[in-house]
């Protein structure tokens, strides 16, 4: 029992100390608020961005692949579609590979598009018709390229929902005439707001005929025919993929007869994940670390403060230990201060952290969020620095030899 009052005792005379330094006790704090909110805002926005990134790739269709032309080193030397993927793979795999129920080849390239006095430099895509399945695009009003559309290389074009409010404002858009390339288009049909993927506004996207591209807007080349930007492929379902990956990858090894290097590259919705969930792993570990130099800056200003306080308080400390304190409990007192520094410290800051990342949430597309278990953490990570930084005043302050402390009396 008594050692309880005794550790109540030393907790209570901590909290009148710092209470009598008000000023000089919230300055300290200062350092470990701003660290613990640095920790706290920062994991959460690499958070919110993880799941920005999760969210865009799912809406990518979990048994989608996507055939992309080129190697590393096609890419490295600044070649962003080879022609080496044409359109004659895309049948190939359509008609040869089991585990396929659509495939979609698009060329895409970027254009000038133009109504009346408003215009706007977007990507254009040639696709088929298989487009809209495959990537789980939806239309608005109008309707989407058909078949006809595509047999008879028509000059009609869909648009998206952000494209159209930029063209054509408040006017309606299905059955106007747009310009791309000297050439018009009529307009048949408004996508459905589908958002961004990696920074690329898919709502301010348009989409014609795959042969009307390559009759009017790109063109064919004499050696390769129909060379294809990328091919979209829905597997029969989620667990195909692997098997359709597999197929797939072979299919074209065999047409392009290659024998080492593949000079393509088939990635389906799970490989994404995985790199996005890397790389934004490794930011928010960046970015927590970033924020935990704080902490120890504001740990180290603890250590300081605290050092300025045992050269004040020498006569208190010797006339203590002059009426029977212990070296311990002159080592607890100061020990409890810097721990009661730190956590008040942590605590604000974790608020302010949370108040941060709220705000960011609501007034920013990214989903910023934070787990309880970071909260913890960091606020033990906080005590446990107040505790460690406090050591060395603590003993400093509890090795004071009475005699010479009260000297200065």
Not at 134 to 158: C, H, P, T, W, Y
């Amino acid at each position: 029992m008594s050692r309880n009052l005794a550790a109540k005792e030393i907790f209570y005379m901590a909290l009148k100390t710092l209470r009598s330094n008000k000023l000089r006790s919230l300055l300290t704090m200062l350092g470990i608020v701003i660290g613990n909110a640095s920790v706290i805002t920062l994991v959460g926005v690499g958070r919110g961005a993880q799941r920005l990134a999760e969210n865009q790739l799912s809406n990518l269709g979990a048994n989608v692949l996507f055939v992309v032309p080129g190697n590393n080193d096609t890419r490295r030397r600044g070649v962003a579609f080879p022609k080496n993927l044409v359109l004659r793979d895309s049948d190939a795999i359509k008609q040869q590979v089991p585990t396929v129920k659509r495939v979609a080849p698009q060329i895409s390239t970027t254009e000038v598009i133009q109504y009346a006095s408003s215009s706007s430099s977007v990507s254009i895509s040639g696709i088929t018709p298989e487009f809209l399945p495959v990537r789980s695009f939806e239309i608005a009003k109008g309707r989407f390229v058909n078949m006809q559309d595509l047999k008879s290389a028509r000059s009609v074009v869909v648009i998206g929902p952000d494209l159209k409010d930029k063209l054509f404002k408040q006017s309606k858009a299905i059955g106007e005439t747009v310009r791309i390339r000297d050439q018009y288009f009529e307009v048949i049909g408004i996508m459905a707001a589908k958002g961004a993927v990696f920074g690329n506004n898919q709502d301010e996207n348009a989409y014609i005929p795959l042969t009307t591209m390559v009759s009017r807007i790109t063109g064919k080349d004499p050696t390769y025919g129909i060379s294809l930007s990328f091919i979209s492929i829905e597997a029969i379902n989620e667990k195909s993929t692997r098997a359709a990956k597999f197929q797939i990858t072979n299919l074209l090894r065999q047409r392009h007869n290659i024998i080492r290097d593949d000079d393509f590259a088939v990635r389906s919705q799970k490989d994404a994940l995985t790199i996005v969930s890397t790389i934004t792993g490794g930011l928010t570990l960046m970015l927590a670390a970033i924020g935990g130099v704080s902490l120890i800056v504001g740990g180290i200003g603890i250590m300081n403060i605290m050092l300025v306080s045992v050269n004040e308080r020498t006569q208190e400390i010797g006339l203590r230990k002059a009426l029977g304190a212990k070296q311990i409990d002159i080592l607890n007192q100061f020990l409890i201060e810097s721990l009661i520094l730190a956590v008040l410290g942590g605590i604000v800051g974790t608020c302010t952290g949370l108040t941060t990342v709220k705000i960011i949430s609501l007034a920013t597309p990214l989903p910023a969020t934070i787990g309880r278990d970071i909260i913890l953490l960091t606020v033990m990570i906080s005590g446990s620095i107040g505790l460690t930084f406090g050591v060395l005043p603590a003993r400093r302050a509890a090795k004071l030899d009475p005699i010479v402390a009260l000297r200065s009396l």
